[in-house]
């Protein structure tokens, strides 16, 4: 599944159109590696790192949605595994 689909389809970002000018920042990565397209290939497994409100926010993919259903259902796609809000060590 296309990055920018996956992005939205589980409700990170309220539109593909808005989930491409974030991965067009250049800042977004998929296990480790930084994106350079928005159509890049997520897989079940992928480890997606991306700047959002704020936050650097880490997930791992655990489904590929075939639409943007409800929020609950959304989350069953991915894991959240860190938020960093950039205050530091606590």
């Not at 790192?49 to 997930?59: E, Q």
Request: include cysteine; charged fraction near 30%; proline fraction near 6%.
């Amino acid at each position: 599944m296309r990055l920018d689909k996956y992005l939205f389809c589980i409700r990170l970002l309220k539109s593909r159109t808005m989930a491409q000018a974030l991965i067009a920042e250049g800042r977004t990565r998929i296990d480790g590696r930084r994106v350079e397209k928005t159509s890049e290939i997520v897989r079940v497994g992928s480890t997606i790192t991306l700047p959002l409100r704020g936050a650097i926010r880490v997930i791992r993919v655990l489904g590929l949605p075939e639409r943007r259903g409800p929020a609950p259902e959304a989350r069953s796609h991915y894991a959240e595994l860190g938020v960093d809000d950039g205050s530091g060590p606590q």
